[in-house]
């Protein structure tokens, strides 16, 4: 029979499918209950693996997590624990964020580490950026701090907000992120990540980022863009030369009236020119209308970065959609599940670390295997993660476990992605939901409203 501190600690490194065993070793030393701690069994670093793991779990209910923890106590005769997730609940809000900023600071080194044997794009890192919103429970303390859209009725939508995110194109790691109400644009949000930005990295992005004042000041951080030209930039520049028929070198022009984002003083220090690139890129499908691009990006040189490599690269910023698939879809994060921002603030960082705990997985297979990571399915990764998990738990010495390990790998690596250039799935669905109404107003006033479905028509 253990004793609870023993089963809480033994519960801790064997946390639901003991993720700690995989990742565990790389990660900063999990608190310790500090002093007078009343011990209980959801102590910091046993209350980590577990949200941690409902984040990977689809259903990831705190009900799911706490059945986990019950399951592998009783098997060893422990006590019983509540099935209240009260305690639990409360304990998840007890985790403090810059230990969670810590964790995620020290995973993203091991990710660093493991993209090595990677080649980086013209020897430079290359950093993707997008936007998107996620919603939230409708509680009166989330609508607060991030009130729904303002087009919905009262009582009828959910708090949203809006994040950006900052990926790297090599590992596919999610590197920062920047997140606000929903009334705070993209820019605004990805303006606060600039210091994270070194010299020499090259951002990749879409038009919505192209702007004179955003490439003026990244270029003080000498941080190079490759940026989709925006609609709005077809004045205010003159031709310096022209190095082929596709492909021109372009002044930009200081014009227009300040951001409201910058002090008047600001804008005035700003250079009152740019010079850049204006490459033209031709998509051509099979069976499809040749669409033209136009691309802005501060790499002058058409020796070292001829229009074909750039149009190569902004074509891989396709992959920065795929990355948001993998968080909002595969780890289910489109919708959050916490009712207060604190949580949800805790939340996002823990799909953040989950994330990247998948992406280094398949890193460290790619890499076993000679591979492109981009070959290895995330979702399939997280499968594997979740399956083989148990087994190496189970592993009853050091040199069992890591030939386990190098099986689990073995396989990940041979379950490739097949290639499919050009796919191109359209964004729409074949199954058509329930024929239910649609709440217009609050669901207090919601009163006995008929259900709008052809087989009670007729009906008196």
Avoid at 168 to 183: D, I, K, N, T
Avoid at 393 to 419: F, G, I, T, V, Y
Wanted: overall charge positive; glycine content about 6%.
């Amino acid at each position: 029979m253990l004793t609870l501190r023993s089963a809480v600690r033994t519960l801790c490194h064997h946390t639901p499918l003991a993720l700690n065993q995989w990742f565990g070793s790389g990660l900063p030393p999990l608190p310790s209950p500090p002093a007078g701690f009343r011990y209980r069994w959801f102590d910091p670093a046993t209350t980590f693996w577990l949200f941690l793991w409902q984040m990977m779990d689809p259903g990831r209910s705190c009900r799911e997590a706490l059945a986990q923890a019950h399951a592998w106590l009783g098997g060893r005769g422990s006590h019983r624990l509540s099935s209240s997730t009260s305690a639990y609940c409360q304990a998840r809000a007890r985790l403090v964020g810059a230990w969670l900023e810590r964790i995620h600071r020290a995973l993203l080194h091991r990710l660093e580490e493991a993209a090595l044997p990677f080649p980086l794009w013209k020897g430079r890192r290359v950093l993707v950026a997008d936007g998107t919103g996620v919603s939230m429970p409708d509680t009166p303390a989330n609508q607060a701090c991030y009130p729904q859209v303002p087009q919905q009725k009262p009582g009828c939508g959910f708090p949203v907000l809006r994040l950006v995110g900052l990926f790297s194109l090599v590992s596919g790691a999610w590197l920062e992120m920047a997140f606000g109400p929903y009334s705070v644009g993209e820019g605004a949000l990805f303006r606060t990540l600039w210091s994270r930005l070194r010299p020499r990295d090259v951002l990749l992005a879409d038009r919505g980022f192209c702007s004179f004042a955003h490439v003026a000041l990244l270029g003080l951080r000498q941080v190079d863009c490759v940026l989709r030209l925006h609609a709005r930039r077809s004045t205010g520049l003159r031709l310096l030369q022209r190095f082929s028929r596709h492909d021109r070198l372009v002044e930009w022009f200081r014009r227009g009236a300040c951001p409201s984002w910058l002090t008047p003083l600001q804008w005035r220090r700003l250079p009152p020119t740019l010079c850049v690139r204006h490459v033209a890129v031709s998509v051509r499908r099979p069976g499809y209308r040749t669409r033209s691009l136009i691309l802005m990006t501060t790499l002058l040189d058409p020796r070292a970065y001829p229009p074909h490599a750039l149009a190569e690269l902004y074509l891989r910023r396709w992959q920065v959609e795929l990355f948001l698939r993998d968080i909002k879809c595969t780890l289910a994060m489109d919708v959050l599940r916490c009712h207060t921002p604190a949580l949800i603030h805790k939340e996002l960082r823990l799909h953040q670390i989950a994330y990247n705990m998948v992406r280094a997985l398949i890193l460290q297979a790619a890499a076993q295997a000679a591979i492109n990571p981009r070959q290895i399915s995330f979702a399939g990764t997280l499968a594997t993660l979740r399956q083989w998990a148990p087994v190496l738990a189970s592993a009853s010495s050091p040199e069992q476990h890591a030939l386990l390990l190098h099986e689990c790998l073995l396989h990940l690596a041979a379950d490739r992605l097949p290639c499919r250039p050009g796919r191109r799935e359209p964004r729409a669905v074949k199954r058509r939901p329930k024929n239910y109404q649609f709440l217009t107003q609050a669901r207090s006033l919601f009163h006995e409203v008929p259900h709008r479905s052809h087989c009670h028509r007729g009906l008196s």
